[in-house]
């Protein structure tokens, strides 16, 4: 079993900048991916941002220029900085990991909400 923790999430004003990390834990038998979704009240969830073992990242639109994922994958470890942020960038985010066999695990999530 795979626990995720996140850390990192609050309250800041449009155009201020947050910092959310991630570090998992468990059996954990070679990580394929570790990235970061989000969840606004009454939509899906959507990818926000993902990055490979071997360094490849994919951003959602919205994320591309404002965003950066990195991570350890050695450490199991996965952060995204967010700068410039827009209320509507509000929404819980969730961190996930693909394992390289084994289902997907998710964390219990961290609000971020971005004041106008």
């Known amino acids: 079993q795979v626990q995720l923790v996140e850390s990192g999430g609050g309250l800041v004003q449009a155009g201020g900048s947050l910092r959310l990390s991630c570090a998992a834990s468990g059996n954990i038998f070679g990580i394929r991916s570790m990235g970061w979704y989000r969840q606004a009240p009454g939509k899906a969830r959507e990818l926000v941002a993902s990055?490979?073992?071997?360094?490849?990242?994919n951003y959602a639109d919205s994320a591309k220029t404002r965003f950066t994922i990195s991570a350890d994958m050695v450490k199991n470890t996965v952060a995204l900085q967010m700068n410039s942020l827009k209320p509507e960038d509000t929404a819980v985010y969730y961190c996930?990991?693909?394992?390289?066999?084994?289902?997907?695990?998710w964390g219990q999530g961290t609000q971020v909400t971005v004041s106008s």
């Open positions: 996930n990991l693909v394992p390289v066999i084994g289902t997907p695990s």
């Open positions: 990055i490979t073992r071997g360094g490849s990242t």
